[in-house]
């Protein structure tokens, strides 16, 4: 029988990165295989340039009333809980970390996916009111939800020790990968994406937010104390950790580092394709989806 399953799939629409990345191929993969279900997406806000789903099985619904357009994160984190009971969902999927407080239990069987807990990993790389605000909310997830999905065999250790969760409810499930990927580019695409991100003949690539667990100030130390004269070329979202990667840069005079911060998503598959090398060097990461 055909079921109604519920989605918090704002990452979906706003993310371009992981959690993102992790949410469309689930959404699109499991509505192309068993279209006799209903999926119903709830997100504060559509950016179909990003995410246009493409089966008729979807249905994409935001906060209804004025009031939850104002306070939108109030609406995703609680008050979506009454709109599930509404919508007569059966099964509601938290992507990203998250269920709504105030959950239906007995009413609506849930599962959430955790795909790290590095903010209490890397405890310092994170400001006190975010730990504390990721710590209350997913703890609560993982405690109220049926079922808990880790991405890593890591992320399912993190979670019983940090969070107490007894191993029995927890399922590791690896994430997918666009089908994108495993097609070849042809030549001629290729040559075009080369003009078109102005890249040179040879490059290393560096994909991921360029944030300090990303760890690319220290490939670029690497390249200059090793006199490695084959440019970099950087794809990935930039934050404040960008200064110091600048500053480095600028203080040691380097010319090969290219930055492409916006990159589309159909493009991906043909840099990777053009590129000579590529580097993750990563400290930590709950799956890492580049690699």
């Not at 689930?26 to 504060?44: D, H, V």
């Not at 089966?55 to 984190?77: A, C, D, N």
């Not at 990927?181 to 890249?199: A, D």
Request: glycine share 6%; net charge neutral.
């Amino acid at each position: 029988p055909a079921m109604h399953i519920g989605y918090d799939a704002r990452q979906a629409f706003y993310n371009k990165s992981g959690l993102g990345s992790y949410s469309r191929n689930l959404i699109q993969g499991l509505s192309e295989k068993f279209p006799e279900n209903k999926y119903i997406l709830y997100t504060t806000g559509m950016n179909f340039e990003l995410f246009e789903p493409t089966t008729g099985s979807i249905q994409v619904k935001g906060p209804e009333h004025l009031m939850h357009r104002i306070f939108r994160s109030y609406w995703r984190t609680v008050s979506l809980s009454r709109q599930l009971l509404k919508d007569d969902i059966e099964l509601f999927h938290g992507l990203t970390h998250e269920i709504p407080y105030q959950f239906p239990k007995k009413q609506i069987r849930s599962v959430v996916t955790i795909h790290d807990l590095i903010f209490l990993r890397l405890p310092h790389m994170y400001r006190v009111s975010d730990r504390y605000i990721y710590e209350k909310r997913y703890r609560y997830s993982c405690e109220t939800a049926d079922r808990v999905v880790a991405v890593s065999r890591q992320t399912a250790d993190d979670i019983v020790e940090f969070f107490n969760i007894s191993p029995e409810k927890i399922d590791v499930v690896y994430q997918g990968c666009n089908p994108m990927f495993n097609t070849e580019v042809p030549l001629i695409e290729k040559e075009i994406l080369r003009m078109k991100y102005m890249l040179p003949r040879s490059f290393i690539l560096y994909v991921g937010t360029i944030e300090e667990r990303k760890n690319l100030l220290t490939l670029i130390k690497a390249m200059h104390h090793g006199k490695i004269d084959i440019p970099l070329v950087v794809i990935g979202k930039p934050t404040p950790y960008l200064n110091k990667i600048i500053e480095f840069i600028e203080r040691h005079s380097l010319i090969n580092i290219i930055f492409c911060d916006i990159v589309l998503n159909q493009d991906l598959p043909g840099l990777y394709q053009l590129a000579d090398l590529f580097v993750y060097p990563s400290i930590f990461e709950g799956f890492g989806i580049p690699i």
